[in-house]
């Protein structure tokens, strides 16, 4: 969805009236070649522009709301879990058994398979220091 500014809005009407055409809102009774048909119009722009900024500011509160107090995770499911790890990490370590092959097996691109091995390093090296 495009949103279109105040100022927009009335440099399209001003491109439309300088090409020597008019702008008329037969529903709404607007006419641009009028000043209280501009005004009409810049009203119109002004109150759809709150009601959109509006509904972000709800949005983003409601996302919130829904994070802090009820501890919802929006976006993508995270691919890597403990699980996978543990699988990709076993998996590499057997020499009969090659990328592409793991990859296929388990479901999952190169670049995660290498993400996963890299974190099983990483919590390896955890484990031994703790």
Known sequence: MRTISQLHLLEIVEEI?????????????????TATGKMLLSILGILAQFERDLLI???????????????????????????IIRQVALAHDDPDIT????????????????????????????ALTN
């Open 17 to 33: 009236e300088a090409k020597g055409a008019r702008l008329i809102s037969i529903h709404e009774h607007i006419d641009t070649s």
């Open 99 to 126: 990328v592409p092959e793991a990859c296929r097996s388990l479901g999952l691109s190169k670049s995660t398979y290498y993400n996963a091995l890299r974190e099983s390093k990483i919590n390896h090296v955890d």
């Open 57 to 83: 500011e709800r949005t983003r509160h409601g996302m919130k709301v829904a994070r802090e107090q009820r501890g919802v995770r929006f976006g993508r499911p995270a691919k890597l879990n403990p699980a």
